[in-house]
């Protein structure tokens, strides 16, 4: 870190003195004692504040921005920070974009520590006056900058900085009278100079012989106004400051004097490269035009992916399944209609820079570098990471929606469980506190004893529902159901009324049993009916619950699951049967009895409230949601039919075309290897074998459609095939750029066998080495093979330095050169060596083959030695 707080030096930032510039200082040494006594002079503040600020703003134009007020919009760091790379047109760290004090502090040591690796000394100059406020330190720091940037680099005949400056102005004026510049202040208060600097570089802009010295104000409003309306110079000063002011501030006036000279050595050094480069315009311009579509073309597909990867990667889950599914359906519509023509893009984006760098090759010009960010592999490395992304995307979606699914199942559950136990407990614990046993007989006694002793059987019974229901809440709480405050709080009155039931029943069992010596006699039938009512209720209910339940499936396997337990359930019912009509046997017997004996029942069952109505009634609803259960299988089971009919013609389709691309990705290789005829005939085969693969388009589409119509019906796996859209697509996208990257290759050897002249037979020659190297038939050569190749066609690889360059200049990734790119480079690099008279092959005995006998004695080398 710069130290802005040397200690012991007072704050300075004009004149001479240890916070100038290292070599600024020598250059303003002139009368500082005055200059230091005025420093604090409020008509020099004004001056300074508005001459800085409108040059701080002639440069953040640029950049699309301004400033207002010049000691509070630069506290923050970073207008400041976007000043200096605007005028020094380097990137600057990463700001720091919070809003406390000491990111601001940050930003501004950013700043300050850029203008010190300049060369320039700040001495008492520190990020917390700038963050604070400080007019004076502002105002030092900005002229600095200025100093730096806008003057240092001024020269003229051996003098640079403040004097250059000045020679200038006074080498400009020279001829006009009653203009004498001696200073940067009172050599300009009549408004003359800055007339006759414009007049000089732009009569026709300034009528100097109609100005009069005694009107300095018109003067000086003269050149202000036609400096900013016709030389794009922002005004500056104010003509009655300058006027008023019985010496004007010499750092404003060098600021705006520095502007009128940029302004006109801009133009001079424009005018001079303009007519230099008019000489090479017609050569270069189709070539500039192939850039900035490069240029324009990466941006707006670096763009593209650069908004839409952050659309892919959020993961903001929704509540409902019907919102999930809404994205999913944006993400189809993206995969579907936004995707495919950027593929396009980027395809064509590659053909249009080889072929860029084909045509500056033949012209002798450098090869292109694009912009920062926008090489070919960014952009690769961009579209890669989009892919990823849609990938996690969609897989996100997926298990979302699925989640979704099984927590409103749950929730579901949860509900009719709740209400189904709820409904069960209602008035259960009124019943529990009655103290009814006090005043009965001891028949009454007795009842209320069995019949306590069917409510504890009962309540056991509940137990698996009270725990399932605690078991559900668990789960929806795990999976982070959206509604869980309120099926925690239903979760825990239930256990909390759960727990009070059993103290309840403990306490009146307690009761009950403190007069159970006292009862003798029992209605034994009534007791048994409560006892094989109560389970038989209970299991009509589960069985009620189940017949009720809702279920998810996804297979034809899952649901024949489903239809076996229900039709083994089904066979039970006659077994049912016969237990309903045995327990109401035992209530009619007892009737007989009673009836027999002349004996008044109190109507209802003294140990139990489940009565035969009850029991028919439910035996009924059991039957009637039997067929219904039924139908919703059948259902559930024509659905799944309909899936699994999906998925066989989707993978019927699909075990076609990927054997398909995966044909054609092959044969394109065999293509490259096995090229025959001219390099237009050659063109002609592969732009019909593109034909073919684009007229198999239509089989894709048809493949889409069925893909959309599984994820219509939410079909998340098929066994049927290996073959997923996914990679469907990729294999098109692969085929479709490399039968386009073959075609543009051949189309690059024909621009540079027609630029160098090479003829048919010698690219024959060129291609049969290939072959005879390319030992295992893959199409490609390593290193070593490659380099054998070009000593058999009689380069000297081990004294000349072009075979590194042409070896790295290859687009292979796996330091291998395939037929295309061999044939490209070689004529490019190696075959105006062929016709070089002078030019020394040496071959090793080792590759000594019919081939090489044949590339010596072809006549094209001179001086072929055998060693």
Known sequence: MVDYHAAGQPYQYGGNGPSSLGGIGDYMAQEDDWDRDLLLDPAWEKQQRKTFTAWCNSHLRKAGTQIENIDEDFRDGLKLMLLLEVISGERLPKPERGKMRVHKINNVNKALDFIASKGVKLVSIGAEEIVDGNAKMTLGMIWTIILRFAIQDISVEETSAKEGLLLWCQRKTAPYKNVNVQNFHISWKDGLAFNALIHRHRPELIEYDKLRK???????????????????????????????????????????????????????????????????????????????????????????????????????????????????????????VHKPPKVQEKCQLEINFNTLQTKLRLSNRPAFMPSEGKMVSDINNGWQHLEQAEKGYEEWLLNEIRRLERLDHLAEKFRQKASIHESWTEGKEAMLRQKDYETATLSDIKALIRKHEAFESDLAAHQDRVEQIAAIAQELNELDYYDSPSVNARCQKICDQWDALGSLTHSRREALEKTEKQLET??????????????????????????????????????????????????????????????LGIQNEAQRIADYNNIKLSGNNPYTSVTPQIINSKWERVQQLVPKRDHALQDEQSKQQSNEHLRRQFASQANIVGPWIQTKMEEIGRISIEMNGTLEDQLNHLKQYEQSIVDYKPNIDLQEQQHQLIQEALIFDNKHTNYTMEHIRVGWEQLLTTIARTINEVENQILTRDAKGISQEQMQEFRASFNHFDKDHGGTLGPEEFKACLISLGYDVENDRQVPSVITAQPATDNSINMISFLSSFTTFFAPLLHSSNHLCVFNSDVQSPLLHRLVTCGNFHNAFLN
């Open 214 to 336: 005694d009107d300095p104000v018109t003067n000086l409003n003269n050149a202000f106004e036609v400096a900013e309306k016709y030389l794009d110079i922002p005004k500056m000063l104010d003509a009655e400051d300058i006027v008023g002011t019985l010496r004007p501030d010499e750092k404003a006036i060098m600021t705006y004097v520095s502007c009128f000279y940029h302004a006109f050595s801009g133009a001079q050094k424009a005018e001079t490269a303009a007519n230099r480069i008019c000489k090479v315009l017609a050569v270069n311009q189709e070539n500039e035009h192939l850039m900035e579509d490069y240029e324009k073309l990466a941006s707006d597909l670096l763009e593209w992916i650069k908004r839409t990867i952050p659309w892919l990667e959020d993961r903001d889950p929704q509540k409902t399944i019907q919102e999930m599914q809404q994205k999913l359906e944006d993400f189809r519509d993206y995969r579907r």
């Open 522 to 583: 029992i209605d034994q039938l009534h007791l048994e009916y409560a006892k094989r009512a109560a389970p038989f209720n209970n299991w009509m209910e589960s069985a009620m619950e189940d017949l009720q339940d809702m279920f998810i499936v996804h297979t034809i396997e899952e649901i024949e699951g489903l239809i076996a337990a229900h039709d083994q359930f089904k066979s039970t019912l006659p077994d049912a049967d016969k237990e309903r009509e045995a327990i």
